[in-house]
């Protein structure tokens, strides 16, 4: 399969809009993209690594084989890229990032829209704009209805565990729909709440330690079927409200952490950058980390037609290392506010 370098210039204002702090639609340029260069339909792929000395796109295509497919900066910098003809919809893959020291490791995409499913790790190109939805009868009553303030019974569940099968196999989403969405309305709730479907490793974690924030688990099925179990709830008058986690991340090898061989999402500082729970605390003080879960933030509400978000962990956005008696952390707190004014301006109905 031959690869393609792409056209892309360093003055491109989504890079610019990144690395400023300001680019709220990142996962519009940075993950993998299905597009047509010259001709020849394929995948552009975009990774931030600045640390790293080179970068690869590995996967079946090309037996895993680090440097067949390597990719260039085009910032100059620290942003990389590359169009490969030939790719195609949940063709699985990863980044081979080579770092300082010499070392290759092998990284989920941070931007990907889908994923292998646990045990397995690997990203999944998909197109994340096929969904057909039916739900404009329902957000054109939230922009007249006063989503704040009106009254709303909040049903919280974990997908995984609300019901299983026989076989003790829980319902996918689409399976759901059918499932939860006449219990609920049956039961008079207004809005469903679910744990974080972010992808994750662990299941005991029931979601909370994140390794794919732009990617709803694939354990209970594919985006588009997630689309329709929110679909379904629309058109029972139920909002949908999604647990987010902007403050921790999952250590997996294959993650966020030292994704480029070094501290890039996290606090340098071991003290600083793990949490009480064994996971990595996000640097939010870094612009293109602020962009990063802004992003996540807008992606599901825009993409996904969620009506809310519920953020996880917030004293520990709020106060240093989540300790009142340390007080406030100034970069975290600064970020949670703006990124509620953010999402409220972009997002009106949004609660």
Not at 4 to 29: C, I, M, W
Not at 63 to 69: D, E, I
Request: proline share 6%; with cysteine.
């Amino acid at each position: 399969m031959k690869q393609t370098q792409s056209a892309a210039k360093p003055s491109d204002l989504p890079v610019y809009l990144f690395h400023q702090g300001n680019n709220f639609e990142a996962y519009r340029y940075f993950g993998s993209h299905l597009e047509e260069q010259d001709g020849q339909p394929g995948a552009v792929f975009r990774v931030w690594a600045p640390h790293a000395k080179a970068v690869s796109v590995v996967g079946d295509f090309n037996s895993w084989k680090p440097g067949s497919h390597p990719m260039r900066k085009v910032d100059g910098d620290s942003v990389w890229e590359l169009f490969i003809p030939g790719m195609k919809e949940y063709d699985v893959y990863k980044y081979c990032v080579t770092t300082r020291a010499g070392d290759l490791v092998y990284k989920a995409d941070p931007y990907a829209f889908h994923a292998e499913t646990r045990p397995s790790n690997g990203s999944k190109v998909f197109d994340i704009s096929g969904f057909d939805w039916h739900d404009a009868a329902w957000e054109d009553a939230q922009k007249k209805n006063d989503v704040i303030n009106g009254p709303m019974s909040i049903y919280e569940l974990h997908a995984g565990s609300w019901k299983m099968k026989e076989d003790g196999v829980p319902y996918n989403y689409s399976e759901l729909a059918d499932q939860l969405v006449p219990y609920i309305k049956d039961m008079g709730y207004t809005h469903v709440e679910l744990l974080p479907i972010t992808e994750y490793p662990f299941d005991g974690s029931w979601g909370y330690q994140v390794s794919g924030y732009f990617a709803p688990t694939s354990r209970y099925g594919t985006p588009d079927e997630l689309c329709t179990l929110i679909d379904a709830c629309h058109a029972a008058d139920i909002g949908v409200i999604f647990d987010f986690v902007p403050v921790h991340f999952a250590v997996d090898e294959y993650g966020l952490k030292h994704f480029d061989g070094t501290a890039l999402y996290e606090y340098p500082a071991a003290a600083v950058g793990e949490s009480e729970w064994g996971s990595c605390n996000f640097m939010h003080s870094r612009g293109e980390i602020r962009c990063f879960l802004q992003s996540a933030a807008d992606y599901w509400l825009r993409t996904f037609h969620a009506d809310g978000l519920r953020m996880d962990a917030v004293s520990r956005l709020i106060y240093w290392q989540g300790d009142p008696a340390r007080g406030v952390n100034g970069s975290t707190l600064e970020f949670l506010k703006n990124m509620n004014q953010g999402l409220q301006q972009r997002h009106p109905t949004a609660m």
